[in-house]
């Protein structure tokens, strides 16, 4: 399965942390991009909530990252990874609004 998840997200078009949030859709990868690293998120829905993965790896050859949260109606997670010393973690925001999932750049407040 996790073959089949990076083809699909191998042609989806990179996000950046600038980027507008776009829709997940159920079971589908979406490529994330984190400065030096890259990745996939996708989500499926269960009775205890959506369970959100993303994977993450740098860019070059290197064993990749593994993240898993289940989100409840409203609920945000926010995935980040450092930089070098002195500059800001790179990040991005996944949430749910009701039975849609998106991912973004993190809210500000």
């Not at 984190?34 to 993303?54: E, Q």
């Not at 995935?79 to 609004?97: C, H, K, N, W, Y």
């Amino acid at each position: 399965m996790f073959t089949r998840i990076a083809t699909a997200a191998a042609v989806l078009v990179g996000l950046t942390a600038s980027a507008s949030a776009i829709e997940l859709q159920p079971g589908t990868a979406s490529r994330i991009e984190l400065g030096a690293r890259a990745g996939i998120a996708y989500y499926t829905v269960s009775p205890a909530g959506y369970r959100v993965v993303t994977g993450i790896a740098r860019k070059a050859d290197s064993p990749s990252l593994r993240f898993e949260t289940t989100l409840a109606a409203g609920q945000r997670v926010l995935v980040s990874a450092p930089q070098e010393l002195g500059q800001p973690a790179t990040s991005v925001e996944i949430f749910r609004d009701g039975d849609r999932v998106f991912i973004g750049a993190p809210a500000t407040n």
